[in-house]
């Protein structure tokens, strides 16, 4: 079965700081990776996903992630924080092996400080 | 713009009154999704249709339902809401299986 772990359920950071937020994963065949973000009262938003290819993935509004297949991790990075990033940040994991449907982490809320 | 769109953004039933909650999509996706999210949770996957196959995940209850009438149009229906049935529940969509997921606004339902 897949499953997804954020080991962090908050991350402060300063404005104009870099900024990680963690991923780890569980799957039996090839990952298929994402990052959504969601902010209060609103669906959410694809930022980027990792299929094949480059491990290391650039998205929207500055984010990118590396994936680490030895340490089975996916962490999203922005080199500088906005106080506009804060929001609630959502990985998510599909075996691409087998046609499972998504499975989303707990979520991290992020809070950018001015 | 193409978007998914979800009526109305927020609703408000009485504890057994059925609702029914709307999605449409101008992406002209293969596959709509409904998920279920409480209080900042992950979304939880109720059911999911590719085409008009459907595909329901083994916990949801049976309460839920749901009709997808043709490619654009999915909706929910929640035959007798309870007090644990008030969330957010987020429509989505995706181009086919795997490809990452378009959501829609979401449905903030109330039960009293």
């Known amino acids: 079965a897949q499953s997804v772990a954020q080991p962090e359920d908050q991350v402060n950071v300063a404005e104009g700081n870099p900024l990680t937020v963690k991923c780890t994963y569980s799957?039996?065949?090839?990952?298929?990776l994402f990052w959504y973000v969601q902010y209060p009262n609103r669906g959410l938003q694809f930022l980027l996903k990792?299929?094949?290819?480059?491990?290391l993935v650039k998205g929207s509004y500055g984010f990118e992630a590396e994936f680490n297949k030895s340490q089975t991790s996916f962490h999203l990075k922005k080199p500088s924080a906005l106080v506009s990033d804060s929001a609630l940040y959502f990985c998510?994991?599909?075996?691409?092996?087998?046609?499972?449907?998504?499975?989303f982490g707990p979520g991290t809320r992020l809070s950018v400080l001015p | 713009d193409a978007m998914v769109i979800q009526n109305p953004r927020y609703q408000v039933t009485q504890f057994g009154k059925p609702v029914t909650l709307s999605c449409s999509q101008t992406?002209?996706?293969?596959?709509m999704y409904w998920y279920q999210q409480k209080s900042s949770q992950a979304p939880k996957l109720l059911f999911h249709?590719?085409?008009?196959?459907?595909?329901n995940e083994a916990d949801t209850p049976d309460n839920f339902q749901s009709r997808r009438p043709n490619t654009s149009f999915c909706f929910l229906d929640i035959r007798s809401p309870g007090l644990g049935d008030a969330a957010m529940y987020l429509c989505?969509?995706?181009?086919?299986?795997?490809?990452?997921?378009?959501f829609g606004p979401g449905t903030r339902l109330t039960v009293l």
């Open positions: 990792y299929i094949t290819g480059d491990n």
């Open positions: 249709y590719y085409d008009k196959d459907f595909n």
């Open positions: 989505a969509t995706s181009r086919t299986m795997g490809n990452e997921q378009f």
């Open positions: 992406l002209n996706h293969n596959v």
């Open positions: 799957v039996s065949g090839n990952p298929y």
């Open positions: 998510a994991v599909r075996d691409g092996s087998y046609g499972q449907n998504f499975v």
